[in-house]
């Protein structure tokens, strides 16, 4: 087990629990996995404010409340597969990692993905598979996934994703619909499609084959 030094300040933690983040494991994986390691050099000051920082490649970072509420809504434990669509910085897939047994994390900016998976070797964090591709059309290879979570947003749940969600699993993502965005949770229940939104949100898009083109 990774053994960080509290990784999570303490206002910023107060502000999670008062904007409904009350899972002790997900606030434990705060914890653990120091944010500033996944942002610039020169952005390290405000790697514990509450907002999204850019990581290169028209990229952010997400805001460590996103990244809270997006990990709570999953319902994870130790023995689920992840998959994530858009690993960026990979700080999402390293506290994903925390709390469960495997994520398979894809993103379609190659240099991205190696940095992420860099970052995440020099945390002893080896529960991770970088996969570089279109995370649209997901990753078969080790399918079926008990939950997916997707960091940027569509204008609609991707066909082959769903298909790639367990029976009885979760998917968390941001959708696009009228120019605003929110994110759902949705769940997979006799084959049908059951979803929830639960906040707005700011993402980038999700490029490639079954979401916004450019």
């Known amino acids: 087990m990774i053994n960080f030094k509290n990784s999570i300040g303490r206002v910023t933690e107060q502000v999670l629990i008062a904007k409904g983040i009350t899972d002790k494991n997900t606030l434990d994986a705060l914890r653990k996995i120091p944010r500033e390691k996944f942002v610039e050099e020169s952005l390290k000051e405000l790697s514990y404010s509450d907002a999204p920082l850019p990581i290169g490649y028209n990229q952010t970072i997400s805001s460590t409340y996103t990244v809270a509420l997006m990990t709570q809504s999953l319902c994870l434990n130790k023995s689920h597969k992840i998959l994530e669509i858009g ?71 991707p066909e082959a994703l769903f298909a790639q969600l367990s029976e009885g699993g979760i998917m968390v993502m941001p959708l696009e619909n009228g120019g605003s965005q929110n994110i759902f949770v949705i769940e997979k229940k006799n084959g049908k499609m059951c979803s929830n939104s639960i906040a707005p949100a700011n993402f980038v898009r999700l490029i490639g084959k079954d979401g916004f083109k450019s």
């Open 87 to 157: 690993t960026g910085s990979g700080y999402q897939a390293a506290i994903l990692s925390m709390l469960c047994m495997s994520v398979f994390t894809i993103e379609r900016i190659r240099n991205l993905s190696l940095k992420a998976r860099d970052i995440a070797g020099k945390l002893n964090v080896h529960n991770i598979t970088f996969i570089i591709g279109d995370g649209t059309i997901g990753f078969k290879e080790y399918a079926p996934y008990d939950r997916i979570l997707v960091t940027a947003c569509s204008p609609d749940v």
